[in-house]
């Protein structure tokens, strides 16, 4: 989606005008979110920017573009442009360390006994 967002109009408050943008953002983000991944892909991810218009748009994260509007809207301009590409990716799952304390990543079984019979 690459849209201007008119934030103001006539017979309808800023704030409500602001709250329909966001409303109409997130649509976005769920449908787009339903879609079939291409294979080899198990997420959507969301590149986005946000600015006052296309030239000054800044890079976003998704979870930002919520306050990134309210602050555009806050600099009393008339509208505010968004931009947000669903890019397929891959989820990177994060690889356990071994802790400092146990650095070959070993644990030793609670449950049995490493000596002679417990009475």
């Known amino acids: 989606m690459k849209k201007l967002f008119p934030l103001k109009k006539p017979g309808r408050a800023d704030a409500r005008v602001v709250d329909a943008v966001k409303h109409e953002v997130n649509k976005y983000v769920r449908r787009e979110r339903a879609k079939a991944l291409p294979e080899g892909f198990d997420r959507w991810d969301f590149a986005c920017r946000v600015g006052p218009d296309r030239a000054t748009a800044e890079p976003r994260a998704l979870k930002e573009v919520s306050r990134a509007i309210d602050a555009v809207a806050l600099a009393d301009v008339p509208a505010v442009y968004l931009e947000i590409l669903a890019v ?7 690889v356990e360390q071994p802790t400092a304390a146990d650095p070959a990543g070993d644990e030793p079984d609670d449950e049995s006994p490493t000596e002679g019979p417990v009475d």
């Open 88 to 94: 397929p990716a891959k989820w990177d799952r994060p």
